[in-house]
């Protein structure tokens, strides 16, 4: 069975740093492509980044680029996405994501990100 575990959300001021982490497991990590994706409250989802652990190619969404660094430990197997000089509109709850063929196939149940002062 697959499963994505998210970790490490909370509430933090402007200008803060957190970093997320999502335990996985039930597949071979490395084999796949991962995201975290992110969902502002009242909006829709919002992909956020994207890494491919087997050529360890990295995307940004334009909104988090400079900011944001994604990254594995395969080892681990664990996402971990790396934020820094948090903004109030980074504010959303944040799943990571397991990518197949035809797009986005499990997901983790969500880690709460709170930007304020």
């Known amino acids: 069975e697959v499963q994505l575990v998210e970790s490490g959300g909370g509430l933090v001021q402007p200008g803060g740093s957190l970093r997320l982490s999502c335990a996985a497991s039930?597949?071979?990590?490395?084999?796949?492509?991962m995201s975290w994706v992110r969902q502002a409250p009242g909006k829709g989802l919002e992909w956020v980044s994207s890494?491919?652990?087997?050529?360890?190619?990295?995307y940004y969404a334009d909104s988090v680029k400079g900011r944001f660094t994604i990254s594995t430990d395969n080892a681990k197997n664990t996402l971990y996405l790396q934020m820094n000089s948090l903004k109030p509109e980074d504010t959303a709850v944040y799943y990571c994501?397991?990518?197949?063929?035809?797009?986005?196939?499990?997901w983790g149940q969500g880690t709460q990100v709170t930007v304020s002062s």
């Open positions: 039930g597949f071979t990590f490395d084999d796949y492509a």
């Open positions: 890494i491919y652990s087997y050529s360890s190619n990295t």
């Open positions: 994501a397991r990518y197949g063929v035809a797009g986005p196939d499990s």
